[in-house]
């Protein structure tokens, strides 16, 4: 269990794994992500399920190495296991028939977005989904995300895919241009989701986001995850991942996420390049 | 005899100075000759009132007996007929409200160190006979899902193997244990000690299967589809639970269980060779617990305080303990809550407190702390780790929809069996008693272990 069946490279030091976990794979739904540790001495971290086959009793994650965890996840390849998956944690998405639904997946927030944005489609929405990243050599799954929504809109910072622009401008363009959206669904950096939920907020379109905190066990018990949504106190491996974007506290979330910085970079640095740490 | 009967006989230690530097384990145990001397000190009473202050009723007076006698090995059998973690009771139990405290000798002199006793026979053993060289033995009798690997769940799991049933324990962690290995720290109960545990409970014919999480991998009622005739649940409360002051969310302020979780769990303390990361300021404020305050100074505070609102008899703590956290150099700031965190620039810098004076006893029968008007005084502090209690993980309950809940949350299961409201469950430990101790874990797994043996002999 747990063997990886596939790795494929798809963006910049983005890579996908198609892994070996049937329980997950039968239980998984939108939404949900699992828990992983690489290494005997790695960390507890949390991906997002992109996609899941029950019938093969496989998930799908895509990671960005960006941090140590997610280096040693890099150094994988297929044949090797993961040493622990857990889940699928967290709440699965709502998923409602509203009649246009808005999907905007940031970077490797694309991944987050993918399972949610058909999940909304075969319920009977029209989804659109915005794409966007830094760079074209930071994008991928447009042909998957095509597949799964009404309208895929792509979008790059540098202009070298798609349309030049942030993934909000093309959000705010879709409701200046009149179109009844009923709900959008955010997942990418803290500060895109931010972004997204001011730019829906004078329109007052309901707005879920995929938070994305720190998690150390994700099972509810420790409160590493804790964030702020409507002045209480919420755990996002419990309560969450889903919130909305509205009530989110992501000045606090932003600060929050920057508590072990120092520490983050050490061990960066440790495995830059090497295969151990 | 040279040495006064009055005197109960030292629990050798790591010298302060040194351990506070280390996580290895502080308390060193008995030898041969000094467990014998100890328990010629017991009195081999007709009352034995030992016996009765334990929460599993071990028969005491007969461990004892034996190691006067020099025979270990059979001390350690009777120890084992009753509990099924020696190595972990002996060591965490706080015996002083239990066995010692009712101990006849206790009277009139220091009470027989009953818990060191334990230990010793059950290290005894360990020595020799390691798990490791155990038969592998098989069961093959009626499917029994046991979900969480801590005191309770390891229990079940042991007295049903032992019965011949066909055992599968899940765990939502990594790592089995529960609060063993995640909550008590290395330098109070080694992990190898609990591995050793669970790899005995293991050879007994049980199956282990971590990082799955009933309630989302599998259901309760999924794991009765798939052929179990009856599940234990004991998955805690592992839930922390937050004081709701101004400044709770700075950076720099966590729960004891996220503190504990890094640093035992996670081995944060040999950071960067594990690469979970925990981070103590110089002035660190622990709300509530003594684990986390030592915990803290072993990974370099210049200052650590416990910070508790009651006095010190009310301290849950095992006493030993907070001997060995003042030796160490930790501070008890008692009588004295925290009302307010003030941050700067996201992280926490320091603590306004109130000083309290004990009123009236509240429904656990704990004098209640009342807050002197006008006491506020403010310190600098840049770690805050709140330990001050812990609620039910609601995962199971969310996803069981028959298993009556109280509504705190907790399942609500029947005192002398285990029994929950939905046919074929049991469950037992803090998810339903609320946070307590392992011994009393293991009781109730004891006690559920009998019902469920009970229940699936006259199906």
């Avoid at chain 1, 419990?238 to 989110?248: C, L, N, Q, T």
């Avoid at chain 2, 006064?4 to 351990?19: N, T």
């Amino acid at each position: 269990m747990n063997t990886i069946l596939t790795k494929k490279s798809v963006a910049d030091s983005t890579s996908l794994f198609v892994v070996e976990a049937p329980q997950i794979a039968r239980k998984a739904q939108a939404g949900q992500f699992v828990i992983l540790r690489v290494v005997q001495e790695g960390e507890r971290f949390p991906l997002t399920i992109a996609d899941f086959d029950r019938e093969a009793g496989t998930i799908t994650l895509v990671s960005l190495s960006i941090g140590a965890s997610t280096m040693v996840l890099e150094t994988l390849n297929e044949g090797d296991r993961i040493l622990d998956v857990a889940g699928p944690l967290g709440n699965p998405t709502r998923v409602e028939k509203v009649g246009v639904v808005a999907c905007v997946g940031g970077g490797v927030g694309i991944a987050a977005v993918h399972p949610v944005a058909r999940a909304f489609r075969d319920a009977g929405n029209c989804v659109i989904s915005i794409i966007g990243a830094k760079s074209k050599s930071k994008l991928f799954w447009e042909d998957k995300m095509a597949q799964a929504s009404t309208e895929l809109i792509v979008t790059s910072d540098d202009g070298s895919a798609g349309r030049q622009g942030f993934v909000t401008q093309r959000l705010q363009e879709l409701i200046d241009a009149g179109r009844k959206i009923g709900l959008v669904f955010a997942a990418g950096p803290a500060i895109m989701m931010k972004m997204v939920a001011k730019t829906t907020l004078p329109s007052g379109i309901k707005t879920i986001v995929s938070l994305n905190p720190v998690m150390i066990d994700g099972t509810g018990m420790c409160g590493g995850c804790r964030v702020v949504v409507g002045g209480q106190q919420k755990f996002t491996c419990v309560d969450g991942p889903d919130f909305d974007a509205h009530e989110v506290d992501f000045d606090l979330l932003l600060t929050r996420l920057t508590a072990y910085r120092n520490e983050e970079e050490v061990t960066r640095c440790r495995c830059k390049g090497t295969r151990e740490l | 005899m040279a040495k006064s009967i009055s005197a109960r006989h030292d629990m050798p230690r790591q010298e302060p100075g040194v351990r506070r530097h280390n996580f290895q384990e502080v308390a060193l145990g008995y030898d041969q000759e000094t467990a014998v001397a100890e328990a010629n000190r017991c009195l081999e009473c007709k009352n034995s009132p030992c016996v009765r202050g334990c929460p599993v009723e071990i028969d005491i007076p007969a461990f004892i007996r034996e190691i006067k006698k020099g025979n270990f090995a059979e001390s350690i059998k009777i120890v084992r007929e009753k509990n099924s973690l020696p190595a972990v009771c002996g060591r965490v139990c706080p015996q002083e409200d239990q066995c010692e405290k009712v101990c006849t000798l206790g009277k009139k002199a220091q009470p027989v160190a009953i818990g060191r006793l334990e230990r010793f026979v059950a290290d005894y053993e360990r020595e020799r006979r390691p798990v490791a060289g155990m038969p592998q033995h098989a069961t093959s009798g009626k499917k029994v899902a046991v979900v969480g690997s801590g005191p309770a769940g390891l229990t079940v799991a042991g007295d049903l193997a032992k019965l011949g049933y066909r055992v599968t324990i899940f765990e939502a962690l990594h790592k089995p244990g529960g609060v063993l290995v995640y909550g008590i720290p290395e330098f109070r109960l080694p992990k190898a000690i609990v591995q050793e545990e669970v790899d005995y409970i293991q050879k007994l014919g049980a199956e282990l299967r971590t990082s799955v999480i009933i309630g989302r991998t599998i259901t309760v009622d999924e794991l009765m589809a798939d052929g179990f005739e009856a599940v234990f649940i004991g998955s805690g409360a592992g839930l922390p639970k937050f004081k709701g002051i101004p400044g709770e969310q700075l950076n720099g302020v966590l729960s004891a269980n996220e503190f504990l979780t890094r640093s035992n769990l996670m081995k944060a303390y040999d950071f960067p060779t594990h690469h979970t990361p925990i981070r103590v300021g110089k002035r660190v404020a622990v709300v509530g617990a003594v684990d986390s305050a030592r915990t803290a100074l072993r990974l370099g505070a210049d200052d650590v305080a416990i910070v508790y609102r009651r006095s010190r008899d009310e301290m849950p703590a095992r006493a030993e303990e907070v001997e060995n956290a003042e030796e160490e150099g930790v501070r008890l700031d008692l009588l004295t809550d925290p009302i307010r965190l003030i941050g700067e620039n996201g992280w926490v810098k320091a603590m306004e407190c109130l000083r309290m004076e004990l009123g009236e006893p509240d429904a656990s029968g704990r004098r209640q702390p009342v807050p002197i008007k006008g006491s506020e005084f403010i310190t600098p502090i840049d770690t805050v780790i709140m330990a001050i209690a812990t609620s039910a993980n609601p995962l199971i309950r969310q996803t069981t929809p028959s298993l009556e809940c109280n509504k705190r949350g907790y399942i609500v299961a029947g005192e002398e069996t285990g029994k929950t409201s939905k046919d074929g469950v049991w469950a037992g430990g803090d998810i339903v008693t609320g946070s307590a101790t392992v011994i009393l874990a293991m009781g109730a797994g004891m006690k559920a272990a009998l019902d469920i043996d009970r229940y699936l002999r006259s199906k």
